[in-house]
């Protein structure tokens, strides 16, 4: 579960991340990325549609797996950026986890996100 301190939500701030944000995308998921000098830490969030997933349970499932895999890249991200995750395949469900592990962290470097230390 990633840490409450790393999650936004609202229309609001999704809002401003959909219009300024840098796309990134993998076969799963699109990813935006904005920088936001008024952050101490990262803000990520996961969005999953009912055009995706009928299922609650199964969106649920989806994001519970996506943000484990970006739990364990946090250390390794720029402090000062705003990520929206929008998940395009139901594929992510059933995927191993190294295959979305692999797939966030390519598009993280795809995006530039990671500290320049790490890269």
Known sequence: ML???YRFHGHGSLRFVYAKGQVSRSK???CKTTNNAR?????IAVVVSKKVMKSAV???????????AIRAEIPRLNVRSDIVFIVISPELMTASS???TAAVTSCFKRA???KSSEI
């Open 112 to 114: 530039g996100l990671y």
């Open 3 to 5: 840490a409450s301190r």
């Open 98 to 100: 190294s295959e979305i």
């Open 28 to 30: 799963f998921f699109i």
């Open 58 to 68: 199964g969106r649920n499932r989806i994001r519970r797996r996506l943000y484990e």
């Open 39 to 43: 952050r101490s830490e990262p803000r």
